[in-house]
T-cell receptor, first 117, second 111 residues
Framework: NAGVTQTPKFQVLKTGQSMTLQCAQD?????MSWYRQDPGMGLRLIHY???????DQGEVPNGYNVSRSTTEDFPLRLLSAAPSQTSVYFC????????????????FGPGTRLTVT | TQLLEQSPQFLSIQEGENLTVYCNSSSVFSSLQWYRQEPGEGPVLLVT?????EVKKLKRLTFQFGDARKDSSLHITAAQPGDTGLYLCAGPRRRGNKLVFGAGTILRVKS
């Protein structure tokens, strides 16, 4: 199993450009999520999904869109990039769709380092 | 608001020393998880604690969940350079199917 894969690893955008960060998992996990990681702030949840066709907002959803057409894929779209979106983005998946239950171990991808100039 | 505060923010120690890092909240959590993250990689789960007062051991790492389920600690015995990394605690929010993470403790173990 490849686990959780993310592409690209690095990306530089100009302000106003749009792009899609790709995330895929091959573990048949129902729960998938996107986080951003900034120095001194830990991981903050952007959006999450409990299954194909079902998505919901996290703590910092503004400026980002997601969709979940298949169990395997969960892309994150930046609509109009801003310097404040410079960050490292992590995709994660989990067997359990309830994060407060057993089996809620989050499996993280290697991250995408995004710089917006 | 359910927040997780981790301390210290940064810890630099010599190989062989013992250390404890903390994860505290004013809110009750049904469970807490500890992750370790190495540079350039995603976090990896170390342990989940679910019962107040629970103690779990993972080789030289000892995890404790507070009796009131508002805090947790991670103790490392005889730290090694391979323990270097960012240690994050995380817990589920009461409402919504979301995890909240602390800001983390950066540990550097020098040989």
């Amino acid at each position: 199993n490849a686990g959780v894969t993310q592409t690209p690893k690095f990306q530089v955008l100009k302000t106003g450009q749009s792009m899609t960060l790709q995330c895929a998992q091959d573990m048949n996990h129902e729960y998938m999520s996107w986080y951003r990681q900034d120095p001194g702030m830990g991981l903050r949840l952007i959006h999450y999904s409990v299954g194909a066709g079902i998505t919901d907002q996290g703590e910092v959803p503004n400026g980002y869109n997601v969709s979940r057409s298949t169990t395997e894929d969960f892309p994150l779209r930046l609509l109009s990039a801003a310097p404040s979106q410079t960050s490292v983005y992590f995709c994660a998946s989990s067997y359990s769709i309830r994060v407060d239950r057993g089996g809620s171990e989050q499996y993280f991808g290697p991250g995408t380092r995004l710089t917006v100039t | 608001t359910q927040l997780l505060e981790q301390s210290p923010q940064f810890l630099s120690i010599q190989e062989g020393e013992n250390l404890t890092v903390y994860c505290n909240s004013s809110s009750v959590f049904s469970s807490l998880q500890w992750y370790r993250q190495e540079p350039g990689e995603g976090p990896v789960l170390l342990v989940t604690v679910v019962t107040g007062g629970e103690v779990k051991k993972l080789k030289r790492l000892t995890f404790q969940f507070g009796d009131a389920r508002k805090d947790s600690s991670l103790h490392i015995t005889a730290a090694q350079p391979g323990d270097t990394g960012l240690y994050l605690c995380a817990g589920p929010r009461r409402r919504g199917n979301k995890l909240v993470f602390g800001a983390g403790t950066i540990l550097r173990v020098k040989s």
